[in-house]
C-alpha cells in the first residue's frame, strides 16, 4: 500500500545504529523520513560537535536516499534561561542537514514556580529566539509533554509567542493520559500542528506505556481521522523506545506503519 501520509520514526527505535544503517532501514521499511534524536547517547552522529563536512555529508546522503530529516528532537527546556544560548547550535544543526523542525519542550516546573508562571517563561525564552530560527528556515516545535502535556497549556504558549516560527509537536498520548479531552486538546492547538508523535498507548497518567495501534486507550482513530480531515501535511512521526514496538528495529518499523495503513484505510472508508 502506497501510503496517504508521510511517516518518519525517531532514532530512539536504533540508538546502535550507525547513520548508513538508519537511513538503509528508513528505505527498507518505506518510511520517507527520519527524526534524529540529539543530545542522547546514539551512535547516528547527528550532534552538535559534527563537523560541517560530516553535516554536508548527512545531508548529501539523506537526499541520495531520498529521505528527509524531518525533526531534530532536543532536549531543551524552555522554562529554563539557558535553553536561548543552547537552541542556537542546535538551529545551526538542524539547518546545515536540511531538517525543517526542532523539537522542544517546556520542562519539569521549577520548584516554587506555578503553571501560568512557567508559561510566561517560556513564552518569554521562545521569543528570544524565534527570529533566528525563521531566518535559519527552522520552526521550533514545542511538544505537548512534561508541564504542557495539555493542549491548552502548550497552545497558551504558542498564542502568547504569536510567531510564524513557533508550532506544536502534538504527542498524542500525553494530553489524553494526562485527563484532557480529544476536542479540548484540538481546539486548543489544532491550528498549530506541524508535526506529531502518533502513538496509541495506555491512559495512565502515572506511567507511560506506548502499545501498536488498537492496543491501546487512546482515541486514535478519531486523532487519525482529524488531522487528515483538516488537511494536515507535517510527518506521523513514531516513537518509541527500542523493543516497546517489536523485537527489533525493523519489526517495529513494520508495525508502526502497517498500524498507519490500517488507520489510513478506516478513514477512508468513513469508519
Request: hydrophobic share 40%.
Amino acid at each position: 500500500m502506497t501510503m496517504a501520509v508521510k511517516i518518519s520514526f525517531m532514532t530512539f527505535a536504533c540508538p546502535a545504529y550507525t547513520f548508513d544503517q538508519v537511513v538503509a532501514l528508513a528505505q527498507r521499511q518505506g518510511y520517507q523520513g527520519i527524526e534524529f534524536r540529539c543530545d542522547s547517547d546514539h551512535r547516528h552522529g547527528v550532534m552538535v560537535e559534527a563537523s560541517k563536512a560530516q553535516r554536508a555529508e548527512f545531508r548529501r546522503k539523506l537526499e541520495d536516499a531520498g529521505l528527509e530529516a524531518c525533526c531534530l528532537a532536543s532536549s531543551l527546556q524552555f522554562v529554563k534561561d539557558e535553553a536561548v544560548e543552547q537552541a542556537l547550535p542546535r538551529i545551526e544543526l538542524a539547518a546545515d542537514i536540511g531538517c525543517p523542525g526542532l523539537r522542544v519542550f517546556c520542562g519539569p516546573l521549577p520548584q516554587g514556580m506555578s503553571i501560568d508562571e512557567a508559561i510566561l517563561r517560556v513564552a518569554h525564552n521562545l521569543r528570544r529566539v524565534a527570529e533566528r530560527a525563521l531566518r535559519a528556515g527552522v520552526r521550533l516545535w514545542l511538544e505537548t509533554h512534561d508541564s504542557v502535556s495539555k493542549g491548552v497549556d502548550a497552545g497558551r504558549i504558542v498564542r502568547l509567542v504569536n510567531h510564524p516560527a513557533l508550532g506544536i509537536n502534538w504527542d498524542t498520548m500525553h494530553p489524553y493520559r494526562n485527563g484532557e479531552s480529544l476536542r479540548t486538546t484540538w481546539e486548543a492547538i489544532g491550528p498549530f500542528i506541524q508535526h506529531t508523535h502518533f502513538h496509541d498507548a495506555l491512559a495512565s497518567p502515572d506511567r507511560v506505556v506506548i502499545k501498536p495501534f488498537g492496543e491501546g486507550e487512546l482515541p486514535i482513530r478519531r486523532m487519525y481521522g482529524l488531522l487528515r480531515f483538516f488537511g494536515y501535511g507535517g510527518y506521523f512521526s513514531g516513537e518509541w523506545f527500542e523493543t516497546q514496538m517489536g523485537p527489533d528495529p525493523d519489526a517495529s518499523l513494520r508495525t508502526f506503519r502497517e498500524g498507519l495503513e490500517r488507520l489510513e484505510r478506516c478513514w477512508e472508508a468513513g469508519a
